[in-house]
């Protein structure tokens, strides 16, 4: 793709630019912001570096591209995390993010090929989710390599490369402006390592303890030098002294040779891009078919947690019936959005992802509280074409925040981007609930392809373990859980595979034997996934801070205490909602006894299922469950699972049965 790169100037917003070219793609100008008085070199701006601004006209030309250049007249006007841009009106002072959005819409408007933008984020989200928000109102793609790497594997990756960048600004404990200002990040590197390990120092700065000039990089056809400095002192004190250093004079020289160019030629990356005539076509449609909605609420007295589960009936066109599903639920849950903390969705045909993921997106792109999602296809009736499961809270929850939800939209080396307006993973009530991951690579949003031709289970094999890759990465983006806090996984695999329960279960030993070990698991056949996957991975996970409660069990085994229902936080409850509304079911956990999750889930399932149409065919990872899990379904009525553990492909689901344990944790 033609990339337009935001250029500070710095080492990130350079080294990004680098990462777009290895991975196939073209920058063909570069943009920055710069103060309205050119001569001050540091605004206080929550978005953007300017000291050293005077040096990017040096960059473009040794990149010899364009520079397209703005004006930061605008300041920090919403500092939260999220950011609504609907907030802004002819009599509002302006956010500097819309000056970022008036200089890319000026570069998209004269140079129209362009599709994607260049941004060195590492761990910002509050600047990552700025610019995917202005991307979106343009139809660009924000291609964030950098996003969460590890800081020190990236710089000395930099440095590796030839990335030569000096330090412009210092502004934290350690840093010593006179002695280091003008210095290479090669020269600090140890430097650097040593405040890590004392001062807690960001070593890529990412805290906004140093900024930098880059002077070299591979893709520069010739490299600035600096001919005369001068360092100013802002905060001269002997603690933490800021100062930054203004560059007067510089040139150019040419180099030897620049980045041979790997042309990999990549035109389009498929990312979720709303479609703006699509979101005005459904505008239209307004409340016509909600006669046709087939809606039911399925609550428990027992909990605040409650389902909603819809579908239409004679509505032939996807895109109709999905915004009707919607609208109804959103005409009785105003604030849908704010509320629903995870949606199963359910195609006939996954032909009509793309539309339907237009509509959903017309109610959930402007709102931060998107919940997670799973999507598959199943085998509805002849008349239906979409089938949705949403949970719900029914409490006043306070606003969800980028702090619980996490919404990637940008094209890293990271995780998959969203391919539609869903949350990769939210937190709630000590339940991480992600979307389901396929085998996607993060950097391509293409589906991992086997070398092999026409060998599904080598394919199967590469899906499974990119899937596994990517699951653990989003989880490790939600506040660093690990697969070993999963609790419970579902694997949908495509219903045309053969394959038995003993290859199953060796293929989730191979690549995630921690799931295997941790938590309950569930294999469902479907018709088909998004984007032709043969499998898609969804995981349950208790949340890290959870584990402030294993040092008061330690405590309380040492003290032979027993934990009770009605000690406020010293009680655990483990609870189990099937979809189809049975009653809950209650454990106290026995400290004196090893925690099994699996063995409490069995029990509540077998104490309280009465009825459910469901899944044709599943197995857990042990042998030694299915014993267990075959008297669990002798109780289910009206199911037909006479032949449910025959082993090769079964008739797909017509309907998934939806089982939730929720750890309450009392805090009083």
């Known amino acids: 793709m033609k990339v337009v790169a935001l250029v500070s100037g710095g080492k990130d917003s350079c080294y990004n630019m680098l990462k777009c070219v290895e991975h196939g793609h073209e920058i063909v100008c570069i943009a920055n912001l710069r103060p309205p008085n050119v001569e001050v070199q ?25 520079l397209f250049v703005g004006e930061l007249s605008g300041t920090a006007t919403q500092t939260n995390l999220e950011y609504d841009d609907t907030s802004q009106t002819s009599n509002s002072e302006i956010d500097e993010v819309e000056n970022l959005f008036q200089l890319l819409l000026r570069v998209k408007t004269q140079i129209p090929e362009v599709k994607a933008v260049s941004c060195g984020a590492i761990l910002s989200d509050y600047q990552r989710y700025r610019v995917e928000n202005v991307c979106s109102r343009l139809g660009l793609v924000s291609l964030s390599y950098l996003w969460r790497r590890d800081q020190t594997e990236l710089l000395q990756e930099m440095i590796d490369k030839g990335m030569n960048a000096i330090l412009v600004k210092t502004a934290s404990l350690g840093l010593n402006p006179r002695r280091m200002l003008g210095k290479s990040i090669g020269e600090l590197f140890d430097s650097f390592m040593k405040l890590k390990d004392t001062c807690g120092l960001n070593v890529c700065g990412e805290g906004g303890e140093y900024e930098t000039i880059t002077l070299d990089c591979p893709l520069f056809k010739k490299r600035i030098v600096i001919d005369k400095s001068e360092i100013v002192m802002v905060v001269d004190d002997n603690f933490a002294p800021v100062g930054h250093l203004k560059i007067l004079e510089c040139h150019l020289e040419k180099k030897d040779k620049s980045l041979v160019l790997n042309n990999k030629n990549i035109n389009d990356i498929n990312v979720f891009i709303p479609d703006n005539e699509i979101i005005k076509t459904i505008n239209e449609i307004g409340d016509s078919y909600i ?95 979409i089938y949705v499961e949403c949970l719900f809270d029914s409490k006043k929850l306070l606003p969800r925040n980028l702090n619980q939800t996490l919404f990637v939209q940008s094209v890293s080396e990271w995780a998959p981007a969203c391919i539609g307006p869903y949350a990769q993973g939210i937190s709630h009530d000590k339940i991480i609930r992600l979307a389901g991951q396929i085998g996607l690579i993060p950097e391509t949003m293409n589906l991992i392809k086997s070398e092999v031709e026409n060998d599904w289970k080598d394919q199967l094999e590469l899906e499974f373990k990119q899937s596994i890759l990517n699951v653990r990465a989003v989880l490790e983006g939600m506040k660093s859980t690990q697969l070993s806090d999963c609790f419970r996984c579902l694997i949908y695999f495509d219903s045309k595979l053969s394959i038995s329960e003993d290859y199953v279960n060796s293929l989730v030993s191979k690549y995630s034997p921690t799931l295997l070990n941790s938590c309950l698991l569930d294999y469902v056949f479907v018709p088909s996934l998004p984007r032709g996957a043969l499998v898609e991975i969804h995981v349950f996970a208790i949340m890290k801070r959870m584990m402030e409660y294993e040092e008061l069990e330690h405590q309380m085994k040492k003290e032979k205490k027993e934990l009770s229902f009605g000690e406020g936080m010293n009680s655990i409850v483990e609870s189990i909602k099937l979809f189809n509304g049975s009653t809950f079911y209650k454990v106290k956990i026995n400290l004196e006894q090893e925690r099994d999750l699996q063995s409490i889930y069995l029990d509540a399932i077998l104490d309280n299922i009465n009825t459910c149409n469901g899944i044709v065919r599943a197995f857990t990872s042990n042998s030694k469950d299915l014993d267990t899990l075959a008297s669990f379904f002798s109780k289910c009525n009206n199911c037909g699972l006479s032949s449910y553990f025959t082993k090769g492909a079964a008739s797909s689901p017509t ?11 009392t805090n009083k």
């Not at 309907?655 to 944790?665: D, K, N, P, Y």
């Open 291 to 385: 006669n046709q909605v087939d809606y039911k609420l399925i609550t428990n007295d027992k909990s605040s947690l409650f389902y909603i589960i819809a579908n239409c009936k004679g509505i032939d066109n996807p895109m109709i019936e999905m915004f009707t599903l919607f609208n109804i639920i959103k005409l009785k849950f105003p604030d849908m959005a704010k509320e629903m903390i995870h949606c199963v969705l359910q195609l006939k045909d996954m032909k009509h992802f793309s539309i339907v993921n237009q509509v959903y997106c017309h109610f959930f792109l402007d709102n931060i509280n998107r919940p997670s999602r799973v999507c598959i296809a199943s085998n509805l009736p002849e008349n239906q074409n």
């Open 655 to 665: 309907r998934t049965i939806l089982m939730e344990i929720e750890t309450l944790l």
């Open 42 to 66: 540091e605004l206080d701006s929550w978005m953007f570096q300017t000291v050293g601004h005077n040096v990017i006209s040096a960059i473009a030309e040794c990149m010899e591209v364009p």
